[in-house]
């Protein structure tokens, strides 16, 4: 299993570019999720799936669109690039087993954007 | 609103003795709790989790962390520090109740282990 992968590993933008960072598991996960993280504020919550057809927002949500037309692939798309958005990205997957298996986050290896 | 605190931006601990990073939550229903570990320039990756059952709960690399109801807290502990622990290190809760409920991370703790 190649588990989460993201691409591309790194991106400079020009404010006001538009850009999809592609998320893609191999794992039959029917949770999925985008983080930025920045230094001193952990990791925060962009969208959210919880299965093919269904996203929603997370704390972060304004100027980043989703969609999720496959249980695989998830990817985030920047619809006007912003000096704010200048950041890492990462993209996890998870699922809820039963008998207390599983719940935790699998991440991919991250994106690093610039946007000048 | 569920909510991570992590007091301390860094923890020194010398190698070979005993480290904690401290985490308290804040959730309405009872907690799905996570710690991660992230190195530089890599991705988060899972170390243990609370979900149900014993309160003390044991991870990879010799890491365990204790649940605690009352204090709501869920400190990473591990009895004898290497400098290959050197890392950052998030907590993250989620709440148990209502199926998929969106998690929270803290803002991470750097573990410094001096040689």
């Known amino acids: 299993n190649a588990g989460v992968t993201q691409t591309p590993k790194f991106q400079v933008l020009k404010t006001g570019q538009s850009m999809t960072l592609q998320c893609a598991q191999d794992m039959n996960h029917e949770y999925m999720s985008w983080y930025r993280q920045d230094p001193g504020m952990g990791l925060r919550l962009i969208h959210y799936?919880?299965?093919?057809?269904?996203?929603d927002q997370g704390e972060v949500p304004n100027g980043y669109n989703v969609s999720r037309s496959t249980t695989e692939d998830f990817p985030l798309r920047l619809l006007s690039a912003a000096p704010s958005q200048t950041s890492v990205y990462f993209c996890?997957?998870?699922?809820?087993?039963?008998?207390?298996?599983?719940?935790?986050?699998?991440f991919g290896p991250g994106t690093r954007l610039t946007v000048t | 609103a569920q909510s991570v605190a992590q007091p301390e931006d860094q923890v020194n601990v010398a190698e070979g003795n005993p480290l904690t990073v401290k985490c308290t939550y804040s959730v309405s229903g009872n907690p799905y709790l996570f710690w991660y570990v992230q190195y530089p320039n890599r991705g988060l990756q899972f170390l243990l989790k609370?979900?149900?059952?014993?309160?003390l709960v044991k991870g990879s690399y010799g890491f365990e962390a204790e649940f605690n109801k009352s204090q709501t807290s869920f400190h990473l502990k591990k009895p004898s520090a290497l400098v290959s622990d050197s890392a950052l290190y998030f907590c993250?809760?989620?709440?148990?109740?209502?199926?998929?409920?969106?998690?929270?991370f803290g803002t991470g703790t750097k573990l410094q282990v001096i040689p």
């Open positions: 609370y979900i149900t059952g014993d309160n």
């Open positions: 996890a997957s998870s699922y809820d087993g039963t008998s207390g298996g599983h719940y935790e986050q699998y």
């Open positions: 993250a809760v989620r709440d148990s109740s209502g199926g998929y409920q969106k998690v929270t």
């Open positions: 799936s919880v299965g093919a057809g269904i996203t």
